[in-house]
């Protein structure tokens, strides 16, 4: 009996302490969260908005660019048809009897239309324009310089230096007086501990001045990537080094022969527009 009374004890005290156990495992501490796992976090965060702004930009202007577009065909359509009948009548001319009020009436219904289809493109206009704008305001801290150079030649320039430096378009809109380019986030891995990698993103204003002169605004979004994944802020100068580096590589691409000397960093960022002029390299 003696022995039988010591294993029920020894039973007790085991179940005590698989209870204990269990007990601290299901209310044991949460994982901490890594400051890699807070800054990714972020970063995903931060790439869903900008693509959704992207997207929407995208889509809104394509779809008024459709409206503007059946707009301007019914316009064409009314003015042809308007001017076939104005002939038709005047080569007829006295063999026919021609109904005055019904050509009046006609003519009356014919210009109502033609100023409600106006008005309707010049709002589509403004809507698109007002989108670009929305866009178009991330450049306002952006390096600016003045090319000697008409859009449609800094234009091409400015898409290849992107490609030569491996850096794709995500987004781009380009009209006959200005033209815009978002390119996608471009990654380079830290080489060592004591050099830090980078990620960088592109945007480029090109703006229509004259027929000989193109305003070019370079944004870039540089940030400093260090070994263990850590994001290192980049300073002021460096994104003006970055912004300017572009300018350089797309002023190299309009004028071969020439070799731009450095500029200042700061005079572009906070001083007046600079003038490249292709005839002061050579």
Not at 39 to 45: A, I, P, Y
Request: charged residues 25%; contains cysteine.
């Amino acid at each position: 009996m003696s022995s039988f009374y010591l294993s029920t004890s020894d039973s007790s005290r085991i179940t005590l302490c698989l209870l204990g156990f269990c007990f601290f495992i299901l209310t044991g501490c949460p994982p901490d969260e890594s400051p890699f796992q807070k800054e990714n976090q972020r970063l995903l965060k931060q790439t869903a908005k900008q693509e959704a702004l992207i997207g929407t930009l995208q889509e809104s202007n394509r779809i008024l660019q459709e409206q503007i577009d059946r707009l301007n065909q019914e316009l064409r359509d009314v003015k042809a048809t308007f001017e076939q009948q104005l002939q038709e009548a005047t080569q007829l001319g006295s063999g026919l009897t021609i109904d005055r009020e019904k050509q009046s009436t006609l003519i009356e219904t014919l210009q109502k239309k033609h100023l409600k289809l106006s008005k309707d493109a010049q709002w589509l206009r403004t809507q698109r324009e007002q989108f670009r704008q929305a866009l178009f305001a991330k450049t306002n801290e952006a390096t600016t310089a003045i090319m000697l150079y008409a859009l449609l030649p800094t234009t091409k320039a400015t898409r290849q230096a992107l490609t030569l430096h491996e850096y794709p378009l995500k987004a781009s809109m380009v009209t006959d007086q200005k033209a815009v380019y978002v390119t996608a986030r471009k990654i380079s891995q830290p080489p060592s501990l004591e050099l830090a990698g980078f990620r960088n993103q592109y945007v480029v204003l090109l703006e229509k001045i004259s027929e000989k002169q193109t305003k070019v605004h370079v944004q870039a979004e540089f940030e400093k990537v260090a070994k263990n994944g850590m994001m290192i802020q980049a300073g002021h100068a460096e994104i003006s080094e970055i912004e300017s580096r572009l300018i350089q590589e797309i002023q190299k691409i309009l004028t071969p022969s020439a070799k731009p000397k450095q500029q200042p960093v700061a005079s572009l960022k906070e001083g007046p527009d600079k003038t490249i002029d292709p005839k002061a390299h050579r």
